[in-house]
C-alpha cells in the first residue's frame, strides 16, 4: 500500500508541472462564531459580493470574487488555531485606499513584521498589509497586478 500511494505521488508531481488537469481555484471555507458580524465584514468592508449558497440552509454564506473564486463561511463553534502563516490573500489596484478604509473601520493592519499601521515592500516590489477578521483569521491584501 504504501509504495502504491508514492507512485501516485511521483505520477501526479510529474504532471502537476503542467497542470494537465487545468486545476483553478474554486472555493475556500472557514468556520466562524457569529455568522451575522462575519457576513458584514466580508460584505460591507471587504465588499465581496454574497451570492446564493446552493439550498445549504442558514448557516452557511456564501461570497464570490471578481474572479469568480469563492468564500464560504460555517457558522460553528470549532475553536480553530489562527497564526499569520495561514492566511487568505487578495490583491487590489489600490491598496492605499483599502488602507484609508481600514483606518476609517477602525480595522488594525500591520505589515509581515507586525509592525502597526504600515505594509511591507516584498522583494518583488508588491506592497502588502495583514488583518484579521472577525473570528481572527488573518487576511493579506496586496497590490500585486496578476
Known amino acids: ?6 507512485a501516485i505521488i511521483i505520477l501526479f508531481s510529474a504532471k502537476s508541472a503542467a497542470n494537465p488537469f487545468k486545476l483553478r481555484k474554486d472555493h475556500d471555507t472557514i468556520r466562524v462564531k457569529d455568522l451575522k458580524t462575519s457576513v458584514n465584514f466580508y460584505k460591507n468592508i471587504l465588499g465581496l459580493e454574497q451570492i446564493d449558497n446552493g439550498g445549504l440552509g442558514d448557516h452557511i454564506k456564501w461570497f464570490q470574487l471578481d474572479n469568480k473564486v469563492q468564500l464560504h463561511l460555517v457558522e460553528s463553534d470549532a475553536r480553530i488555531e ?10 487590489t489596484a489600490n491598496l492605499s485606499e483599502f488602507m484609508d478604509l481600514l483606518r476609517t473601520n477602525n ?8 509592525e ?31
Open 107 to 114: 480595522i488594525p493592519f500591520e505589515n509581515g513584521k507586525g
Open 116 to 146: 502597526k499601521d504600515t505594509f511591507t515592500n516584498r522583494p518583488d516590489g508588491i506592497r502588502q498589509i495583514y488583518f484579521q477578521d472577525p473570528d481572527g483569521y488573518w487576511i493579506e491584501v496586496n497590490d500585486n497586478k496578476v
Open 82 to 91: 489562527k497564526h499569520k502563516g495561514f492566511h487568505s490573500a487578495f490583491n
Open 1 to 6: 500500500m504504501k509504495n502504491r500511494g508514492s
